[in-house]
């Protein structure tokens, strides 16, 4: 059952005071209960009670103060000049020692095991020599066993407490790092995206720049062509990454839809348009996959061609997709004279393909055909 509010604040608040403060003000109230009796009462002959009995109540109450920083110390103190109360014959009777009841409840909540252990053994012994009725050594005995108690109590729910708010540190730290993670894999997304959509565009319109001046002095059809799809993939490319700037805004932005599977004949066709000649196709029946698996199945294959415009020097290319029963298989070839290099070993572009495959469960292998001259890159992409 939770705790009233008002209780809440107030624990929160007295947590807060100096712990002298509050030992001081325990020892003031607690030497003003063992004054109560001598105070309130007088002698039958209506004199004040003996003097030893006022000197012994502040005594056995003030070390209270230091009760944290020495509570064996201030227990045997406080238990020692309580029983020599008696050793005068003029003192009230005093119902009930508090400084030693609150010096036992602090060796219990704050000394080690083997000091607590010492303690009890002591105060059995002492219980058989302590003058007075059996009665009385009874009732002390309650007494000090459950200020014991009460003290082995609190020490466990600090334990407690103490360690629900590690636990609550610890998960949210667990959570920062987390969200740092997460971070960090979203600038590498990002970056992928970035590389993949430059890389791209930069590379179409740096082919059909090089043939132009070439086409404008044999075909200016050809060359009109040319600059148009120089000015088509510039566009493309800054609608991408405008796209993908807006996401990172604290504003909200036009949120278009990814480029997926169903995009890919468009790039073949794009790229084709521009370079090699693409071909592409499809084996299998197409069934749905992960939306993350289709981003990541368009920027392989965009990434694949981008190195074969860049690099191959090849005259034909193709793409080819093939539907499995658990996974989905993607293969870009070309007739080039290849790069040379197999994953993981390639550059930006081939390890970049190699984690998107990994990011969504797959794998990935890129390196030089065996069929026939050129480059082949493969991936392999669940589909559940």
């Given at each position: 059952?939770?705790?009233p509010?008002?209780?809440?604040?107030l624990?929160r608040r007295?947590?807060?005071?100096?712990?002298?403060?509050?030992?001081?003000a325990?020892?003031?109230?607690?030497?003003?209960?063992q004054l109560?009796?001598l105070?309130?009462?007088?002698?039958?002959?209506?004199?004040?009670?003996?003097?030893w009995?006022?000197?012994?109540?502040?005594?056995?109450?003030a070390?209270?103060?230091?009760?944290?920083?020495?509570?064996?110390?201030?227990?045997?103190?406080?238990?020692?000049?309580?029983?020599?109360y008696?050793?005068?014959?003029?003192?009230?009777?005093?119902p009930?020692?508090?400084?030693?009841?609150v010096?036992?409840?602090?060796?219990a909540?704050?000394?080690?095991?083997?000091?607590?252990?010492?303690?009890?053994g002591?105060?059995?012994?002492?219980?058989l020599?302590?003058?007075?009725s059996?009665d009385?050594?009874?009732?002390s005995?309650m007494?000090?066993?459950?200020?014991y108690?009460?003290?082995?109590a609190?020490?466990?729910s600090?334990?407690?407490?103490?360690?629900?708010?590690?636990?609550?540190?610890?998960?949210?730290?667990?959570?920062?790092?987390?969200a740092?993670?997460?971070?960090?894999?979203?600038?590498?997304?990002?970056?992928?995206?970035?590389?993949?959509i430059?890389a791209?565009?930069v590379?179409?319109?740096?082919?059909?720049?090089?043939?132009?001046p070439v086409?404008?002095?044999?075909?200016?059809a050809r060359?009109?062509?040319?600059?148009?799809a120089?000015?088509?993939?510039g566009?493309?490319?800054?609608?991408?990454?405008?796209?993908?700037?807006g996401?990172?805004k604290?504003?909200?932005?036009?949120?278009?839809?990814q480029?997926t599977i169903?995009?890919?004949?468009?790039?073949?066709?794009?790229?084709?348009?521009?370079?090699p000649?693409?071909?592409?196709?499809?084996?299998?029946?197409?069934?749905?996959?992960p939306?993350?698996?289709?981003?990541?199945?368009?920027r392989?294959?965009?990434?694949?061609?981008t190195?074969?415009?860049?690099?191959a020097?090849?005259?034909r290319a193709?793409v080819?997709?093939t539907?499995?029963?658990?996974?989905?298989?993607?293969?870009v070839m070309?007739?080039?004279?290849g790069?040379?290099?197999?994953l993981?070993?390639?550059?930006?572009?081939l390890?970049?393909?190699r984690?998107r495959?990994?990011a969504?469960?797959?794998?990935?292998?890129?390196?030089?055909r065996q069929d026939?001259?050129?480059?082949?890159?493969?991936?392999?992409?669940p589909?559940s």
């Amino acid at each position: 059952m939770p705790e009233p509010p008002l209780v809440t604040v107030l624990r929160r608040r007295a947590r807060a005071l100096p712990p002298l403060l509050v030992d001081g003000a325990l020892a003031l109230l607690i030497t003003g209960a063992q004054l109560w009796p001598l105070l309130t009462t007088r002698q039958a002959d209506g004199l004040p009670w003996d003097w030893w009995g006022y000197a012994v109540a502040v005594t056995a109450s003030a070390p209270l103060v230091w009760r944290r920083r020495a509570p064996l110390t201030t227990l045997m103190v406080s238990l020692v000049v309580s029983l020599s109360y008696d050793l005068a014959d003029h003192v009230a009777e005093q119902p009930v020692w508090y400084g030693t009841l609150v010096g036992y409840y602090t060796v219990a909540a704050l000394s080690p095991r083997r000091t607590r252990m010492l303690l009890l053994g002591c105060t059995a012994v002492g219980m058989l020599f302590l003058p007075g009725s059996a009665d009385t050594a009874l009732r002390s005995s309650m007494l000090l066993v459950a200020a014991y108690a009460t003290g082995r109590a609190a020490a466990g729910s600090r334990a407690h407490a103490a360690a629900l708010e590690e636990r609550a540190a610890r998960l949210e730290r667990e959570r920062e790092l987390e969200a740092e993670r997460a971070a960090e894999r979203e600038r590498a997304r990002i970056a992928r995206d970035m590389h993949d959509i430059l890389a791209h565009a930069v590379s179409l319109m740096v082919v059909q720049a090089e043939a132009g001046p070439v086409a404008v002095r044999k075909d200016p059809a050809r060359a009109e062509a040319a600059f148009d799809a120089i000015a088509g993939a510039g566009r493309d490319a800054m609608e991408q990454i405008r796209r993908m700037l807006g996401v990172l805004k604290e504003q909200e932005a036009p949120r278009a839809p990814q480029p997926t599977i169903d995009d890919l004949p468009g790039l073949a066709a794009q790229v084709s348009a521009a370079g090699p000649e693409v071909t592409f196709a499809v084996t299998g029946e197409p069934r749905p996959v992960p939306a993350g698996c289709a981003v990541a199945a368009y920027r392989i294959v965009q990434e694949a061609l981008t190195n074969i415009v860049k690099h191959a020097g090849a005259t034909r290319a193709g793409v080819r997709l093939t539907w499995e029963d658990d996974s989905l298989m993607i293969d870009v070839m070309d007739d080039g004279h290849g790069g040379g290099r197999a994953l993981p070993s390639g550059g930006h572009g081939l390890i970049g393909i190699r984690e998107r495959a990994a990011a969504c469960g797959g794998t990935a292998t890129a390196g030089p055909r065996q069929d026939a001259p050129g480059f082949r890159v493969s991936a392999r992409l669940p589909l559940s």
